[in-house]
């Protein structure tokens, strides 16, 4: 078991929730910062168990108070999603860069033990020279969302040689799973699976060969409990399966465990949108002994079944 305190910053978030309740179950201490006062439904149970502090990632008082007395913080915190970054640049840096430094200034005052980042293994390295794409691979982000979330990555190691502030980046590919959001730009599990509930048309940006790397949210929650205690001699680690998935293969997948037929809908294709998007996690499964068990079909029906669940008990998903 690990000793101490964790701060789970946007622990009330998809990722961050299942986080949350894993930490919880390992018998942690868990703080949740999180700019929304509402604790998700699966996190219920076990309020009682958890901290919550409700404030602005950007109020550097309240971030102060978050941290203090933690021995390690996650952070998963993000104001913008790939597309929409590109819409408004200065607000990505503004909401996400600054504040992140200024955490960073927070963690090494108050003595962190170690800072767990959650960054984009479906950004950052823009178009793939060759799949599956290993940590050395170069680094070229098609967005403002990626570019932010390599500079961080780049900070963190500043402040490890300037101040000696441990960290572990994971680089997550495409996650899913109960409690994904099912609107918006980014996400299309949720996305695809509702519209397909409501008999409304999939939108695919392209022919639909796109490929990506689809990783189950517990599995990526167990990397994220694995990575608190790593000491490898690596800080960065790709969280994905190595698999991937086309846009037209996942519907087809959707269409069985549903029963649902779908219909398609083309839209031309994104700058954003690299083609080929696979993780290599080799690393992950050396020096973390992690790895995902999670068949992507199993993982989709049991997201399917959770959305079914939430819209019985008459319990809005999350949006985006």
């Known amino acids: 078991m690990i000793a101490g305190r964790c701060l789970v910053l946007g622990g009330c978030g998809f990722i961050g929730s299942h986080v949350v309740e894993l930490l919880a179950d390992q018998g942690c201490q868990v703080r949740i910062f999180s700019p929304s006062p509402d604790l998700p439904n699966r996190l219920t149970p076990i309020a009682q168990r958890l901290e919550f502090i409700t404030g602005d990632f950007r109020d550097q008082k309240a971030l102060a108070c978050a941290v203090r007395g933690c021995d390690y913080v996650y952070h998963f915190i993000a104001t913008t999603k790939p597309a929409a970054s590109n819409r408004e640049v200065v607000f990505d840096v503004e909401t996400n860069l600054v504040p992140t430094l200024r955490l960073l200034e927070i963690c090494v005052r108050e003595r962190v033990r170690r800072i767990i980042f959650s960054s984009s293994g479906g950004t950052i390295y823009g178009d793939a020279e060759h799949v599956p794409i290993p940590e050395s691979h170069p680094t070229e982000p098609r967005s ?126 994104r700058q954003v949108d690299a083609s080929v998007n696979v993780l290599d996690p080799s690393r992950a499964r050396q020096y973390l002994q992690w790895e995902a068990s999670t068949p992507l079909e199993v993982g989709l029906l049991r997201t399917w079944k959770w959305i079914q669940a939430t819209e019985m008990r008459g319990i809005s998903a999350p949006v985006q």
């Not at 959001?181 to 409501?198: A, K, N, S, Y």
């Not at 398609?264 to 294709?269: A, E, G, M, N, Y």
């Open 144 to 269: 403002s969302y990626g570019i932010m979330k390599l500079a961080v990555e780049k900070y963190l190691k500043l402040f490890r040689h300037l101040h000696g502030l441990d960290y572990t980046v994971l680089r997550v590919g495409n996650c899913y799973g109960p409690g994904l959001p099912i609107t918006g730009e980014q996400g299309v599990v949720g996305v695809f699976l509702d519209r397909l509930r409501r008999g409304e048309p999939i939108l695919v940006w392209g022919d639909g060969s796109v490929r990506r790397d689809y990783v189950y949210v517990s599995d990526v929650a167990r990397a994220f409990w694995v990575a608190l205690g790593q000491q490898s001699p690596f800080r960065v680690f790709n969280i994905g399966t190595g698999v991937g998935t086309s846009l037209l293969e996942l519907i087809k997948m959707m269409e069985r465990v549903t029963s649902c037929r779908a219909r398609i809908l083309k839209k031309p294709t």
